[in-house]
C-alpha cells in the first residue's frame, strides 16, 4: 500500500505520462473513449521530466499523446475547484487541437482532439453521472456536424465521495473497466496490487498499484506534492464542516467565507449572489433560505 494519491496532478503524471507506464495511459484511454478513438499505441508529446519541471506552471502536469492515427489527447486531472473550468477546458482542447497544423498546412490535416478532464469536485451538478461526453450538436436535431471536438468530464465525487465506504462498497460500483480506474483514483489505500477481488482483478490495475508502491520523489518534486496534497485536505476540511451544518456535499471551496460576508454586511446583493451560486449547484429550495437568510419571495422574483 503506498502513501502516494494518484489524485495529487504530479504523481498522476509521473504515474501515467512515462514512457515505461504508457501501457497504463492506453488502458486508461481506451475506458474513457468510444469504440471509434480506441488506441492500440500512443506517442507522448510532454512526457514527464522533472528537470522541466516548474512550479509556477501548472499546465505541464496535463499529458498530452497523440495516437497512430494522428488523433491527439489531453488528459488532466484537477485537484479543486477554479472558476470558469470550463472555459479553460475549451482553452485546453484548442490548444491541442490547433497545435497540430503547421505554416502553410491544410486544414485537411487537422485530426480529432479529445480532451478528457479528471476532476476532484463536483463541477456540473445538473448531472448525476460522474462521466459525461460533449460535442457540439446542432439545436433542434442533435446532429453532431464537428466531429473533431469531443470533451469528456469525470467528476470523482460523483463515484465515491464517502471516506467510509469499504472495499465492498467499491467493488459493488466497478460494472465496466473506467469503473476499475475511478477506484484506483479515488480509493487507492484500499486496494493491494496482489489481494484483489475479481471485480478489480485488472493486470492494469496490479502494475498502476506497484508503480505507485515504488514511486520516489526527488525533493524538489516531493515539496510540490505535499503543497498540491494540502488542497485536498483543505476540501476535505471544508466539506466536512459542511456537512456537519447540513449543507450538500460538493459545496465549492470559499463558499463558507462569502456567506459569513453576506449575513455580516446583509447586503441583498451579495445574498443573491451566493443564491445563485447555491441555485447552480443544484441545492433544493430550504437549503438555500437557511444558508443566504432571503425570504422564499424574494428567491422566486429574483431567480425565476
Do not use: C
Request: hydrophobic share 40%.
Amino acid at each position: 500500500m503506498s502513501d502516494i494519491n494518484p489524485r495529487i496532478d504530479i504523481a498522476f503524471k509521473k504515474l501515467f505520462g512515462v514512457e515505461e507506464n504508457k501501457d497504463l495511459l492506453i488502458a486508461l484511454i481506451n475506458s474513457i473513449v468510444g469504440p471509434e478513438d480506441q488506441v492500440s499505441d500512443v506517442i507522448l508529446l510532454n512526457p514527464y521530466n522533472p528537470q522541466n519541471f516548474k512550479e509556477e506552471k501548472l499546465s505541464i502536469l496535463d499529458i498530452k499523446a497523440t495516437s497512430l492515427d494522428g488523433k491527439r489527447f489531453n488528459i488532466e486531472i484537477q485537484i479543486s475547484d477554479e472558476a470558469d473550468y470550463d472555459k479553460r477546458a475549451l482553452y485546453y482542447w484548442a490548444k491541442i487541437y490547433t497545435e497540430q497544423l503547421k505554416t502553410s498546412e491544410d486544414y485537411s490535416n487537422l485530426s480529432k482532439a479529445i480532451g478528457i478532464h479528471i476532476l476532484n469536485f463536483t463541477s456540473i451538478p445538473e448531472s448525476k453521472e460522474y462521466h459525461n461526453v460533449f460535442h457540439i450538436a446542432e439545436k433542434n436535431t442533435g446532429l453532431v456536424y464537428f466531429k473533431d471536438l469531443e470533451l469528456h468530464t469525470l467528476e470523482l465525487k460523483k463515484f465515491s465521495s464517502n471516506s467510509s465506504d469499504n472495499l465492498s462498497d467499491i467493488v459493488k460500483k466497478i460494472t465496466k473497466s473506467l469503473d476499475i480506474w475511478l477506484a484506483f483514483l479515488t480509493r487507492n489505500e484500499l486496494l493491494i496490487a496482489d489481494n484483489l477481488p475479481k471485480e478489480l482483478d485488472d493486470k492494469h490495475l496490479k502494475k498502476a498499484l506497484k508503480v505507485l508502491e515504488i514511486m520516489n520523489f526527488s525533493n524538489q518534486e516531493r515539496d510540490i506534492y505535499e503543497d498540491h496534497l494540502k488542497w485536498l485536505r483543505i476540501e476535505a476540511n471544508t466539506l466536512k464542516k459542511a456537512e456537519e451544518k447540513g449543507i450538500e456535499k460538493g459545496l465549492a471551496k470559499g463558499l463558507e467565507e462569502g456567506i459569513q460576508k453576506g449575513k455580516a454586511e446583509g447586503q441583498l446583493e451579495s445574498k443573491l449572489e451566493i443564491a445563485k451560486n447555491l441555485i447552480a449547484k443544484g441545492f433544493d429550495e430550504k437549503t438555500i433560505l437557511e444558508i443566504t437568510g432571503l425570504s422564499l419571495q424574494e428567491i422566486k422574483q429574483y431567480f425565476n
